[in-house]
């Protein structure tokens, strides 16, 4: 009984981590876009990226993925946080959703941002967490001034969740 | 001949693993060509491939199939998501009816948002296009009969 229980959290662990890094990812590609920026590099880096946030969200110690826009100005917004939270094995149902309709209506709404801005990616952490490829030490760009939207959550997965909160000027 | 093929994306596969599934897919179709590359194909799909993981991740090859068209067959590849991914049925077998085939052409969707990163993906290679697909030739693919009932009669019959 012990061993059946092991198995099903290490396979909802994993499946967790492989659904919500993909979430997160596709929706910071959908964003991306939809702010006309150019996201070649976000494609080129995508395996390294991928790899990362799986392994930290398995580890369960990824707090949030952040995504920053620097505008040619110097000014920094938007900001888009995807805070990542996770359930005891067993609490939540052993279900998989998206809010993808949803999500499409929300980031139809957005402004593009002008030409030449850039992104760069972050991510926060509740506690110790492997080193990965291509990521290092970093310092968040201040959100204060910023407004901000909770989109609410993204997606769900038997051991955690992803949501979205959007921080504009 | 149209055919089908549906691939578990998420959570069974990341987006990376899950273009590589139908990258061998659409490969091992192409290498049952005579006269066709498989290397061509590989190539294509690798310069595909930063436009095609956004399409599997942010879901749009759940509901915009890529369309492989080599000769007269058209497949439609699909991605399934989510919890019905864990229980989809899956044929990885190369698509028949392509061995006499003598040109392809992949075709990605171009969902909105992400239209201008399928133009620049698809600007790559000779063999991508993110144009909509042609329509499948039915009138000649399924009104010739399967079988020729003249040849047959004078087989058994000697006549």
Redesign the interface.
Same mark, same amino acid.
């Given at each position: 009984m012990t061993s059946v229980s092991t198995h099903n959290l290490t396979f909802t662990r994993t499946h967790t981590a492989t659904y919500l890094t993909d979430l997160i990812l596709g929706t910071i590609s959908n964003t991306l876009a939809h702010l006309g920026i150019a996201a070649s590099r976000f494609g080129r880096d995508w395996d390294m990226n991928e790899a990362a946030i799986n392994a930290w969200i398995a580890e369960g110690f990824l707090a949030q993925v952040v995504l920053e826009c620097h505008r040619p100005s110097g000014v920094v917004a938007p900001v888009i946080e995807f805070p990542v939270s996770y359930t005891t094995a067993g609490a939540a149902d052993a279900e998989f959703t998206a809010s993808r309709a949803r999500l499409a209506r929300f980031l139809a709404k957005l402004d593009q941002v002008p030409a030449g801005t850039t992104y760069r990616l972050f991510c926060t952490f509740t506690g110790p967490h492997t080193p990965q490829p291509g990521w290092g030490p970093a310092t968040r760009a201040s959100t204060g001034g910023l407004r901000s939207t909770t989109f609410g959550t993204l997606g769900r997965a038997p051991d955690g969740s992803a949501g979205m909160r959007y921080l504009y000027r | 001949m149209l055919r089908y093929r549906t691939i578990a994306? %998420?959570?069974?596969?990341?987006?990376?693993a899950t273009w590589q599934v139908i990258t061998g897919l659409v490969t091992d179709t192409i290498a049952t060509a005579a006269a066709l590359s498989r290397s061509e194909a590989e190539q294509a799909m690798s310069v595909a491939?930063?436009?095609g993981?956004?399409l599997? %991740?942010?879901?749009h090859l759940d509901r915009h199939p890529l369309t492989l068209i080599a000769g007269q067959v058209h497949c439609e590849i699909t991605t399934t998501?989510?919890?019905a991914?864990?229980t989809a049925e899956e044929n990885l077998n190369p698509v028949p009816g392509v061995a006499s085939a003598e040109t392809f052409t992949i075709y990605l969707p171009s969902p909105?948002?992400?239209? %201008?990163?399928v133009s620049?993906a698809v600007a790559g290679h000779a063999r991508l296009s993110g144009a909509t697909p042609p329509a499948e030739p039915q009138a000649t693919a399924s009104s010739a009969p399967l079988i020729d009932l003249a040849a047959l009669r004078k087989e058994v019959t000697g006549r």
């Open positions: - | 994306a %998420a959570p069974v596969r990341s987006a990376s491939a930063p436009a993981r956004m599997v %991740a942010g879901g998501s989510g919890t991914a864990l909105d948002p992400l239209g %201008a990163v620049a």
